[in-house]
């Protein structure tokens, strides 16, 4: 699969390969980790014609609208998401309602690569570009971050700068350093 984060510059981008058993619930959890979210806010998947969501999500929102057309995220698997919409077809991922950020996730071909049994599921394959920090105001919010930071005389400058703590590079991406620490942390977890 091919995430690209929409309505950002530089285009943050991530190619995965994850088990085609795996349930949107686990596709979250792993999205969250390759494009550096903290699972801080709600998420769906908008699929086809209706969306996919965990259930306490849909619980919320059933409170002021019609959700016929949710499926709890837990029930619905990568293999299922594939089969309806099929290969070279793409489906949203919504995270943080507030700041609005949407993902297209594109369902590829299986690179040759799969078939080596070696290869430990997930994997990161590529990718480019950090992902914007959480609670950064969205797109925009974004934008107006990357041009605070590279104007050292702007008077939110100082304060940008605490807020990120530190150092923050646009297009820092390490496929290497993800893909590793993603299996350290895989492991403590056990």
Known sequence: MRIELLEVAPLVWRRVLVSNQWTLASLHGYLQWVMGWTDSHAHEFEVGTGVVAPDWWIAEIGIDRDTTAYRDEREVSVAAVVSEL???????????????????????S?????????????????????????????????ALLLEILGDR??????????????????KGFDLNRLNRDYRGAKKRRR
């Open 86 to 108: 099929g290969t070279h077809s793409e489906f949203e991922y919504r995270y943080d309602m507030g700041d609005g950020w949407r993902h297209r996730i594109v369902v590829e």
């Open 110 to 142: 299986l690179p040759r690569l799969a078939a080596t049994p070696e290869l430990a599921l997930p994997v990161c394959l590529a990718g480019e570009n950090a992902c914007p920090p959480e609670d950064v105001g969205g797109p925009s919010g974004y």
């Open 153 to 170: 005389n702007h008077e939110q400058h100082d304060d940008m700068v605490r807020w990120i703590r530190g150092v923050f590079d646009p």
